[in-house]
């Protein structure tokens, strides 16, 4: 029991055999008609996942580095650019503004709120560049990128969306919304070990790389893009991990992804009813939008940071505390990836014998692992 | 026969069964004590084969990422620095400094020829910092950096160096020589797949870093250093890899880096020896310091590139052609990782046959591999 290990948490998400199987293959070389074929599938199945017939830039890194890549290969110091935060992941992209030295107009919420939409389109205009987060995985909240998206149109600013922890796991209709550039990471729903990150760019946003002066090299788009329409990649990528995404990319077509979406909003809705079951307030919001993360306050007197540590170190669970301001205050179940009913089933199980632990009794016994059942034979699990 | 195939090229290369299997574990979350025995044990094996007490930080990213970081870390626009090159590689410092808007020193050598380090130390004054490579892979050189360090040494110009197909494969005694910053990648000499990448950072390194202006995030040393020595990464790293690095450096350490290095210069001399007993001319120097790629002419009339996609599409031996200038010039067998004497037998049978289809002919039949398996009897090995 001691060593079994569950990883419920917004990333790194488990690995499906399938994935893990692949990325066993001995290596290839990365000049060569085997890796083309590699290249040219794992593209099309990202833009397939992605929803668009943009061109989707292979990087070796973090989603990190693919966000870094968008702020560097857009602006000039100096550019006035938007940032719209409301959680950590946000406020990243303030960070990258000023580390390349922008005049950045911010537009904030409070932690766990959902981006106004109308006041990013406000502001919007005389920006270069709207940076803005899909799935806060801070706070649980999904933003409306498609209302921003409408919002941001008139100013003619070009809107660049961290899907890190949501590409593939909730809608995020690329070319649909007319969103320029998707960046994201094959660490979460994508079902892949970490250290591949991607970008979509538009032809709106290529014209703004054309003239961007920041420095750039290893993550310089048209240098992806010249290498990659030859199928090739500029510097040696991540074979194996490109191997792995490969099969992921192929599973999550295969099963559609209309129906992962509805499988993520199924796991997300009993992860949240089973949660107020056992007697805590949700901090994420308490609707279908807040499909990847589920974010919920302690109980008074009760240790957040605690509580997650008390899952892990005594279940092997791994759900994952809050982070800056909301350290201790919260505890996140991430539910995307390769999660089904019985690990949502495991978390909230897991969470009510840690709380126990520090004194908390929920109603019943099993209270919240009863609720998620109720929820899955209601959509038709029974 | 069709599918086997045989990765003797200068990276990336095999991946031994222990590492392989090391990689197949299931991922863990990156913020745990058992990521943070991951990351030291990784980083104090890295150390190791480094010959270094300096910090030595990982990131997410090709080597060239590495390289880019210590542009972007130490410099400013404007600087002046020193790129001393003579191949592909050296010629990426340029690429990487003329990106960072530096004022550019350059030292040449032509591709193939050594670098003169008593001519870099000359050019060395005034500049800040000094760029060159270690094992110029285009060329099969193995520049001495010791004697470079040692003229550059009076000019207080840090020094950098790209080890990226050298680190672990020959030797690199970055205390004992003084040089200031080692970067390195991870799918050559050090048996993992691409995508993790090293730069050690000397104290005086990290003064300059403390004053340097040129944007950078993701491979930010100064964020690194402070996550690694929490035990942590700034960003998701990519734990798979690292699981595969850990055992990698763990199995060097077990044979011990002088006994590696011993071994891989009896593979480059039977590859050396073979080569000329084809009839070959070689490219790179006759001598024990080329240990990491053998690099030899082609015969009148005979295409290299046709000669290196023969051996790949007939035989499944991946070697390596030429870059640049020397497309078609010259192939490359590159001998370093997870290679054996059998390999270097493989490549020069491989060798003999491509060449025969193109109606070339040896003195005699096997002569190349007759005289790899002289060399290796001589050596000990009968």
Avoid at 214 to 232: F, M, V
Avoid at 249 to 268: D, Q, S, W
Avoid at 317 to 346: K, S
Wanted: glycine share 10%.
């Amino acid at each position: 029991m001691v060593d079994k290990q569950y990883l419920i948490t917004p990333g790194p998400t488990p690995i499906p055999p399938e994935v893990q199987t692949a990325m066993a293959a001995p290596l290839i070389h990365h000049r060569s008609p085997v890796f083309r074929a590699l290249l040219a599938d794992t593209v099309s199945g990202l833009q397939y996942v992605y929803q668009t017939a943009n061109d989707v830039l292979v990087f070796a890194g973090s989603g990190t580095a693919a966000m870094e890549s968008a702020v560097s290969n857009m602006t000039s110091p100096g550019d006035r650019v938007l940032v719209a935060s409301a959680g950590n992941f946000g406020e990243r992209w303030l960070q990258l503004a000023r580390a390349y030295e922008l005049d950045v107009v911010q537009v904030e919420q409070p932690w766990g709120e959902r981006l106004d939409a109308a006041a990013v389109g406000e502001q919007a205009s005389g920006c270069r560049v709207v940076y803005v987060t899909h799935s806060e995985t801070s706070t649980g909240v999904v933003h409306d990128v498609r209302a921003i998206a409408d919002a941001v149109r008139p100013s003619g600013a070009v809107l660049v969306v961290d899907a890190v922890s949501s590409l593939g796991g909730v809608e995020l209709a690329t070319d649909e919304w007319g969103v320029d550039v998707v960046v994201a990471g094959s660490q979460k729903a994508l079902m892949t070990p970490p250290g591949l990150a991607f970008a979509s760019v538009s032809e709106r946003a290529w014209e703004l790389a054309a003239a961007a002066r920041a420095p750039r090299y290893a993550l310089d788009w048209g240098r992806t893009r010249t290498a990659q329409e030859k199928g090739d990649t500029p510097f040696t990528p991540p074979i194996s991990l490109l191997f792995g995404l490969r099969a992921a990319v192929a599973l999550i077509a295969e099963r559609g992804l209309a129906a992962g979406f509805a499988h993520n909003r199924r796991l997300a809705r009993a992860a949240r009813e089973g949660v107020k079951a056992l007697g805590l307030t949700l901090f994420s919001p308490d609707d279908a939008s807040s499909a990847m993360v589920t974010a919920f306050q302690m109980p008074d007197g009760v240790d957040g940071q605690q509580v997650y540590a008390r899952l892990r170190d005594r279940f092997g669970i791994v759900l994952a505390g809050g982070q800056g301001p909301l350290r201790g205050r919260i505890v996140r179940i991430g539910h995307m990836g390769y999660m089904n009913e019985f690990d949502i089933i495991t978390a909230l199980s897991g969470l009510e014998l840690a709380l126990r632990g520090f004194g908390y009794r929920p109603a019943a016994a099993g209270a919240g692992a009863a609720r998620a059942l109720e929820i899955f034979a209601e959509e038709g699990g029974g």
